[in-house]
């Protein structure tokens, strides 16, 4: 399985919040290839400079240490935003789902909202 790793996800599993069984079996399982997408990246550099977060300094860094693989934003992953239908207006989130989309990727997420759109998550 090749999965996504929505940003609050990231957060959790690098700060030691829970997460679901499901999802840390799905993670750790070294069949499933897991990425993290440059917009959480983004995103948490956003919310450290804001001051309300403050996980690891280096995100990227920590990502890759883990294991993980860095999900760059490509032209057709901006397009693949363009066309998607309006249910959430999150940017982050939009970008993410265009991903999982576009890299046939299944999105690890809590948020059931995003199962509106036709992408597979794995709710955590």
Known sequence: MRLLLDTHVLIWLMTGEPVAKDGVNAIADPRNTVF?????LWEIAIKQGRGRLTPPEDTA???VAAGFDILGIDPSHVRAV????????DPFDRILVAQARHEQLTLVTRNRRLSEYDVTILVV
């Open 61 to 63: 860094e920590a990502a």
């Open 36 to 40: 993290v997408s440059v917009a959480s």
């Open 82 to 89: 363009r066309d998607l239908p309006d249910h959430h207006r």
